[in-house]
């Protein structure tokens, strides 16, 4: 059973950083896409980065480009969200999310429980 367990969320002051892992289990990931996604109060679920396990260059949203790095450790099977210069409106339930890579992109099939970031001004 895949488990994706997210943490290193909290408070951080704009133009800081922080950095988010998720930890994953249950599966050998090499044909899986990792991908984070955040949810603001009030709007919907957004996609913010992912990457192929088997090695694929990462792909980003708009808003975390140039800003935002995924990442992971192989050897920690964890996965990484490295926020630099986090604006106010990046705050958001930030989740970690798998999806087989023969699944339809819409597909995340597996997600975490979330981690809060709020960015204060």
């Known amino acids: 059973q895949v488990q994706l367990v997210e943490s290193g969320g909290g408070l951080v002051q704009a133009g800081g950083s922080l950095r988010l892992p998720c930890v994953a289990s249950?599966?050998?990931?090499?044909?899986?896409?990792m991908g984070w996604f955040r949810q603001a109060p009030g709007k919907a679920r957004e996609f913010v980065a992912a990457?192929?396990?088997?090695?694929?260059?990462?792909y980003y949203a708009g808003s975390a480009k140039g800003r935002f790095t995924i990442s992971r450790d192989n050897a920690k099977n964890t996965v990484y969200l490295q926020m630099n210069s986090p604006k106010p409106e990046d705050t958001a339930v930030y989740f970690c999310?798998?999806?087989?890579?023969?699944?339809?992109?819409?597909?995340?099939?597996?997600w975490g429980q979330g981690t809060q970031v709020t960015v204060s001004s």
């Open positions: 249950g599966r050998t990931f090499s044909n899986y896409t």
């Open positions: 999310a798998a999806r087989q890579m023969s699944s339809a992109p819409e597909n995340w099939g597996y």
């Open positions: 990457f192929d396990w088997s090695g694929s260059s990462p």
